[in-house]
């Protein structure tokens, strides 16, 4: 009997399957996670967690940094990197009210 064929644990991955950056000095990058974090190792976790990620489908805007891109590249099977466009990266998030509204009594 010849040898089994392998199985999908051993085959080699196709070049070209990791996703493209933007270009460095784009300005700002739209991230939008993809993937789970759940499951993954804790470092990776906490990645996510510092680039603001809190669940799936989640997006933020950030500016263009090499720190960034480091982060980016230890969680690049879980996120979307996009180029942000110039209104999006210079929009702060609104701030939501939080506790009781204040009668005029």
Excluded: C, W
Excluded at 17 to 42: A, E, M, Y
């Amino acid at each position: 009997m010849g040898r089994l064929p392998p199985t999908r644990k051993y085959r080699k991955r196709k070049p070209g399957r990791d996703p493209v950056f933007p270009p460095v000095g784009t300005g700002s990058l739209r991230i939008k996670q993809v993937r789970s974090g759940s499951g993954k190792p804790h470092g990776m976790r906490r990645t996510l967690e510092a680039l603001g990620l809190k669940h799936n489908q989640d997006e933020v805007v950030h500016a263009d940094h090499p720190a960034l891109r480091g982060m980016l590249q230890q969680v690049r099977h879980l996120v979307e990197v996009t180029a942000a466009a110039g209104s999006e990266a210079t929009k702060a998030p609104a701030a939501k009210p939080r506790g009781r509204k204040k009668s005029d009594a």
